[in-house]
């Protein structure tokens, strides 16, 4: 695969500052100058690549799903069952360690908010946590096939969103309240909770 041209490194390197600066100050004090300044780049060159400040922002939900998604992949592939693989879905998510930011976590807190305001901000958004949901949904779905179960897809849907939004949620308090909430707490007690529903909730079925 050839090197990235010199246009995207340039666009990437914008795309990291903005991630830096919103890490700092928040996305509403991210103006270009900062977002250049931060860079090492004339305001002129960051205008150049992106028309406005909402361009580097839709730019970096990619660039955060992306590296979200590559994380989920590498833990994914050392999985031998559905059990593993879904559990892989929520360490990529929430697990510290290699791969884990938490700058990306409270840009991503800063993006949800900002898709609240920003319709062109919240069609991305959506088609991100869309494509998580749908994943989830599948993994539950082979895990409970593996351990020849029967649950209404419907039942799947509402455990699979109940799941993300708890991921969303320590997002969240991991951004505006980190100081109350337990040291890397966040996986293990999701896994435990999913799979207890799962194995001991729905055993007769």
Not at 111 to 128: D, G, H, P, R, T
Not at 134 to 149: C, P, T
Request: proline share 2%; with cysteine.
């Amino acid at each position: 695969m050839g090197r990235p041209s010199n246009q995207a490194q340039r666009k990437r390197q914008i795309v990291d500052a903005l991630l830096e600066v919103m890490a700092q100050t928040g996305y509403q004090s991210a103006s270009i100058s900062a977002i250049a300044k931060q860079a090492g780049l004339a305001p002129g060159l960051v205008h150049y690549h992106f028309k406005n400040k909402q361009a580097i922002l839709i730019e970096l939900v990619d660039l955060l799903d992306g590296i979200a998604q590559a994380r989920y992949s590498e833990l994914k592939s050392d999985a031998g069952d559905p059990k593993q693989a879904l559990s892989a879905f929520i360490d990529s998510a929430l697990a510290l360690g290699k791969g884990s930011s938490q700058h990306a976590v409270t840009a991503w807190v800063m993006i949800a908010a900002e898709s609240i305001k920003q319709k062109e901000v919240q069609v991305i958004y959506q088609k991100v946590v869309s494509n998580n949901l749908d994943e989830l949904e599948s993994l539950i779905m082979n895990f409970v096939k593996h351990q020849h179960k029967k649950i209404a897809r419907k039942t799947i849907k509402n455990i699979s969103a109940l799941v993300y939004s708890s991921i969303e949620g320590c997002y969240q308090l991991a951004s505006t309240a980190p100081e109350l909430m337990p040291s890397d707490y966040a996986s293990q007690t999701l896994k435990d909770m999913l799979f207890a529903l799962l194995e001991n909730q729905y055993k007769n079925l």
